[in-house]
């Protein structure tokens, strides 16, 4: 189910409305998105903010080692792309 607004109403509720469509496009995000966080933000949830580490040893990287390699990886890659 879709929740929808209404954006009839009087003066103050028009101009609420208005001000807040501003301040989504000055940060860049749909009006939808504007309302989405300012109702996690009071809800107390959060979409973001995780523990980073959780992620650490999930992931097998098949014995690479981006840190160390990254140069012989970076020549590999222009190599494929100059035959292509």
Do not use: C, P, W
Not at 58 to 79: C, P, T, W, Y
């Amino acid at each position: 189910m879709r929740a929808e607004i209404r954006t009839r109403g009087e003066g103050e509720q028009r101009e609420t409305l208005r001000r807040a469509r501003i301040r989504a496009g000055e940060e860049g995000i749909s009006f939808a998105e504007y309302v989405r966080r300012l109702v996690i933000r009071d809800l107390g949830e959060s979409s973001t903010g995780g523990d980073v580490s959780a992620l650490f040893g999930l992931f097998d990287s098949g014995g690479s080692n981006v840190g160390r390699n990254k140069d012989h990886m970076i020549g590999q890659a222009i190599e494929v792309l100059n035959r292509k």
